[in-house]
């Protein structure tokens, strides 16, 4: 032990003062010629050289009490007989066990703390070093996974790193964004292709049939089915629109480059649809609460974007019920509701919308589901955020669109 060796230490140093003066300094005037005793004021360590009559061998360190003043007090002893000059000494040097307590304490509080800093200080220096090095990585997922709605979106500017097994996921990922690129690009073209060519054999067809209502000899039963083969005409038109449009989106041939005042935009639709709205029994009210201009956008996607969502309240309404259109100012987003008074939507159509499959399974006959499709897209393209939210009290279209 440390303060076995300190005790040592003393032992020695005290014999190397006999050695050079004598035992005057310990014997000379002290009220005790046969002995001498030291003790510092806290009684923490003591001195003790006494004369032995019959002398022994001894050189043993051990505790032991004592009782000082009424008190008793533990030390740890060096024990140590000795000659010098003819004569037998015994010396004892001791030190408090307390004090020893205290220092050991002090020392292990000491040890803690500085354990404490050092795990503290290799936690921050571990996750410095980790964030440096994962860094290529985690840019990586931010710029090239996480933030890609949209595979024209992805950039293949290869991520700066030395790190081989990140080179190698950088490429991998930017191989396969290539080939969904192709594929999606393909799509898209075959989709535009398809839609131009089939506008004009409708287009055709549509011609023929308006060219037979003027026949005037036409029965009842044969203007019937010529009603509804331009019914179907005019919904295969309405598809193949819808298409066209959906390719434009995807392929961003639109520009986005216009100031659109919202409140304005709500206002003339209104204006348009307010006498359908009166046919089918059904109020519109206007709400804008505050004027909101967005900027960096495009005013003709706007209006297909919210008529959309104006028709599909109009088309699930009660009778007698009323559409709410809102608008109002946060202070991050302007948001545009539409709400309507109709049965909600189910569990399982909601799941579909959240998980992005808009193109609806069980929609009825009559809609085609491009509507909520091409709602979506717009609104992606915009940067506009859209929610759905239904319940038993109607349902309720929400766009956000950032305040810049």
């Known amino acids: ?53 019959d002398p022994f061998l001894l050189d043993s360190i051990f505790n032991e009490e004592r009782i000082l003043d009424k008190v008793t007090v533990s030390y740890r002893v060096c024990a140590y007989v000795f000659s010098f000059e003819d004569e037998t000494y015994l010396m004892e040097i001791g030190k408090s066990l307390e004090t020893i307590n205290r220092i050991f304490d002090l020392l292990f509080r000491i040890i803690i703390f500085l354990l404490l800093a050092f795990l503290v200080l290799s936690f921050f220096l571990d996750t410095i070093f980790s964030k440096w090095l994962i860094q290529p990585f985690r840019k990586i997922i931010r710029d090239k996974i996480a933030h890609i709605n949209e595979p024209q979106q992805f950039k293949h500017e290869p991520v700066k790193t030395s790190t081989k097994d990140f080179r190698l996921l950088d490429d991998s990922i930017s191989h396969m964004m290539w080939r969904i690129q192709k594929a999606f690009n393909q799509e898209r073209v075959f989709i535009s292709h398809a839609s131009h060519e089939l506008k004009t054999p409708v287009s055709i067809l549509q011609t023929k049939i308006e060219a037979f209502f003027g026949d005037e000899t036409l029965n009842e039963r044969e203007m019937e089915r010529l009603m509804d083969m331009q019914q179907t005409i005019q919904k295969l038109k309405k598809i193949i629109n819808s298409l066209l449009l959906l390719s434009k989106v995807n392929n961003a041939q639109y520009l986005k480059t216009e100031t659109v005042p919202l409140h304005e935009l709500v206002q003339e639709l209104v204006e348009e649809w307010e006498p359908l709205a009166e046919d089918r029994n059904l109020e519109l009210n206007l709400e804008i609460r505050d004027e909101f201009d967005a900027k960096s956008s495009n005013g003709s996607l706007c209006h297909i974007m919210i008529q959309n969502a104006l028709s599909n309240a109009m088309k699930y309404s009660y009778k007698g019920s009323t559409i709410k259109l809102v608008g109002r100012l946060g202070p991050d987003e302007y948001q545009l509701l539409v709400l309507n008074e109709g049965p909600a939507i189910s569990d399982e159509l909601m799941d579909q919308v959240a998980s992005g499959l808009v193109f609806l399974k069980d929609a009825k006959k009559e809609s085609s589901g491009y509507g909520l499709q091409i709602i979506y897209k717009i609104a992606s393209f915009l940067g506009v955020g859209v929610r759905v939210e239904s319940n038993s009290s109607g349902t309720k279209f929400i766009f956000c669109f950032p305040v810049t």
């Open 1 to 53: 032990m440390d303060i076995d060796a300190e005790l040592k230490d003393k032992r020695d140093q005290i014999l190397a003062i006999i050695s050079e003066n004598g035992m005057e300094d310990f014997f000379v005037g002290n009220d005790s010629p046969g002995g001498f005793g030291s003790y510092n004021i806290l009684k923490e360590e003591y001195v003790l050289l006494e004369r032995l009559e």
